[in-house]
């Protein structure tokens, strides 16, 4: 057998062949980038961020694309399969306002939702609430990564502010608890929630509208939690879930009047 017929030293003859070995070689060369680039990310992450960042595909699977956080973003925010199903819970929702929005983990999949050929009238658009001037620009960075950021507003400021002046027919709210020691108490109670405790939040959002989801703690105490269910009259529907990812625990998503068994 002639070398050039040999399959294993054979070169790409026709134009087809050698671009598709150009394409072969690109694709591997990226690969090889990325790795030496996930390296050297690896040793910068501080030792707090360490766990969240081996978990970075959880939270943004296009994590690669160029998704930007910083440290409260990487402990608080909303891993993406969590988020993509709470905002398909609220489908049929024409404004959605994340309350406190962060690095945009939930509002991204908020407006996510709207391009959904399922449910092509699902949250319309997105108010996207954020205090800190730094996350908002996180935020806007990994919507556009999404393709989203046309469905979102972004507004720097505090949500109980602003609050009065808002209009929507979903309010979610996903508040700090006070950082990655929220573990440490075996019942985690509203009074815990920051920058308020969890009965001023619900009350403020409640004046917008009864349709609220809030996400918390796995340890949250889910009977006086329901019991912000009361503050209406007559009380407003309620439901409550565990969120898993891969298995384990990571928080609890309570969903009030229409939201709840949507
Ligand atoms: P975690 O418990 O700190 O991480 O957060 P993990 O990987 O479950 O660690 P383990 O050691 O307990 O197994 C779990 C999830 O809670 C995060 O992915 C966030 O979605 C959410 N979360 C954590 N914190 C501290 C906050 C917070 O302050 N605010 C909000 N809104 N979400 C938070
Ligand atoms: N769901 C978000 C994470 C929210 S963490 C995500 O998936 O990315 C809670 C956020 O609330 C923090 O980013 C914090 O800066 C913001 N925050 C704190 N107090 C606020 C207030 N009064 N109004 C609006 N945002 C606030």
Redesign the pocket.
């Known amino acids: 057998m002639s070398p050039a017929k040999d399959p294993a030293v054979a070169l790409p003859r026709t134009r087809k062949q050698r671009k598709r070995l150009k394409r072969k070689v690109k694709i591997k060369a990226k690969r090889r980038a990325q790795k030496k680039k996930n390296l050297k990310e690896k040793e910068n992450v501080t030792p707090l961020v360490k766990k969240y960042w081996l978990q970075r595909y959880d939270l943004f699977s296009k994590y690669d694309v160029g998704i930007k956080l910083d440290e409260?973003?990487w402990f608080?925010?909303?891993p993406e399969e969590i988020?993509a199903w709470q905002a398909r819970r609220c489908a049929g929702a024409g404004v959605v306002i994340d309350?406190?929005?962060?690095?945009?983990?939930?509002a991204i999949q908020f407006a996510k939702v709207r391009n959904s050929v399922v449910n092509p009238l699902a949250c319309r658009h997105v108010i996207a609430?954020?205090?800190?001037t730094h996350?908002v620009a996180l935020a806007l960075h990994n919507a556009k990564i999404y393709g989203v950021q046309d469905h979102i507003d972004f507004i720097v400021g505090?949500?109980?502010q602003l609050a009065p002046f808002l209009k929507g027919d979903v309010v979610f709210l996903?508040?700090?608890w006070g950082g990655p020691s929220y573990k440490a108490k075996e019942n985690f109670t509203l009074d815990l929630l920051k920058?308020k405790d969890g009965y001023s939040l619900f009350k403020v959002a409640q004046a917008i509208t009864p349709n609220i989801i809030m996400y918390l703690p796995r340890n949250i105490d889910v009977l006086q939690a329901s019991e912000l269910s009361w503050l209406s009259s007559p009380p407003l529907d309620i439901e409550v879930e565990e969120n898993f990812v891969r298995g384990y625990s990571k928080g609890i998503t309570i969903y009030f009047g229409d939201t709840a068994f949507s």
Request: negative net charge.
């Open positions: 409260e973003g608080s925010v909303t988020a309350a406190f929005a962060g690095v945009g983990g939930n609430v954020e205090i800190d996350k505090d949500f109980f996903s508040p700090p920058p």
